[in-house]
């Protein structure tokens, strides 16, 4: 029996929409503490919590449901998207913790693949696999629990980026929508291997190359896809401008897009963008791929203009895709405009 058989949805457009996800965290209680520099509050990537003066805590948890049949290629994109949320504050992952949901009826050898793909990945990381937990559930799921260091004087935020900012997009878009097409047997071979690269691709290279550049703000494109993270970007303060025409895609995912292979996440994504972002004149293709959720998607960074080009060239000795995608100004109407 096959993983994709056993699942309803896979990959980070099995997330909760942003709409129902942020009035779920608007209701809990919070205790206030001067060392939690980042949570919850400013829909960051992940808690950061100061332990002295020159270190901080970096805390993630991500995991999902197969989005593809290779239960070793699973795992290898599992912890990547996990280990992303690290790279994306800026910090070096250290330790990690398995997250484990498995059908009793499936092949433990599934499960033993799965694992040894996590492993191999985390591994690459220079990151500590020291133990996890496991349940049997009706669906396969997997993923880590990701601790890392940051300085605190160097934390990159989502929500920081600066008028006259260059916006840098590390990894093509579409990944959701090859994925799609591949649940329905529509998907070519060269599609599918294209996204399977980008899923299980760290951005670690990418996190690396940004150290010596004033950086002001990052985020990694997921589950809540372009659109909606540029928006967590603008904040309440700026908007983004997005160039269509400059974003970068993977192989025949527009032509996917334009034949309707969508996902029920990209209206969710879509739905939580009403009346925050304006389209202007974009083609309903492009549309999508502003909105389809990214399973180990790339960085979004903003950094002064003048640093965009040699940053952009460095990232793309290792993620070629790499591309300028915008600019950042004050706030107007909205706080997206893809042109």
Do not use: W
């Not at 965290?25 to 520099?37: I, R």
């Amino acid at each position: 029996m096959s993983l994709l058989s056993n699942c309803t949805s896979g990959g980070c457009g099995a997330k909760i929409g942003p709409q129902e996800l942020g009035t779920f965290l608007a209701a809990l209680p919070v205790k206030s503490d001067p060392a939690l520099l980042v949570g919850f509050g400013t829909v960051d990537d992940a808690a950061v919590y100061a332990l002295n003066p020159d270190q901080a805590l970096v805390s993630t948890v991500d995991f999902f449901s197969p989005m593809v049949e290779d239960p070793y290629l699973f795992g290898k994109i599992a912890a990547a998207n996990a280990l992303s949320d690290i790279y994306a504050m800026g910090g070096t992952p250290l330790l990690a913790l398995n997250l484990v949901c498995f059908p009793q009826h499936l092949d433990r050898g599934i499960l033993a693949q799965i694992l040894a793909g996590g492993a191999a990945k985390a591994l690459e990381a220079d990151t500590v696999i020291a133990g996890g937990h496991s349940i049997y559930d009706h669906e396969p799921k997997y993923g880590l629990a990701v601790n890392g260091l940051v300085d605190p004087k160097r934390i990159l935020r989502n929500d920081a980026c600066k008028d006259g900012d260059a916006l840098i997009l590390t990894k093509a878009l579409g990944v959701g929508i090859i994925m799609a097409a591949l649940r329905v047997g529509c998907a070519g071979d060269a599609a599918v291997q294209a996204a399977a690269a980008s899923m299980e691709r760290l951005n670690r290279f990418a996190a690396e190359q940004m150290r010596p550049y004033p950086v002001h703000a990052c985020t990694d494109v997921t589950g809540f896809g372009l659109a909606v993270h540029a928006a967590e970007m603008a904040g309440t303060t700026h908007t983004l401008f997005i160039e269509s025409s400059a974003l970068p895609i993977l192989p025949d995912a527009l032509d996917y897009a334009r034949e309707y292979y969508l996902t029920a996440a990209a209206q969710r994504n879509r739905n939580a963008m009403a009346g925050k972002a304006e389209l202007r004149g974009v083609d309903p293709a492009l549309q999508e791929l502003a909105f389809d959720p990214q399973t180990s998607g790339g960085l979004l960074i903003a950094l002064p203009e003048e640093h965009a080009t040699a940053l952009c060239r460095a990232i793309q000795q290792d993620d070629p895709a790499a591309a300028i995608i915008g600019t950042v100004s004050p706030r107007l109407d909205y706080p997206v405009v893809v042109v």
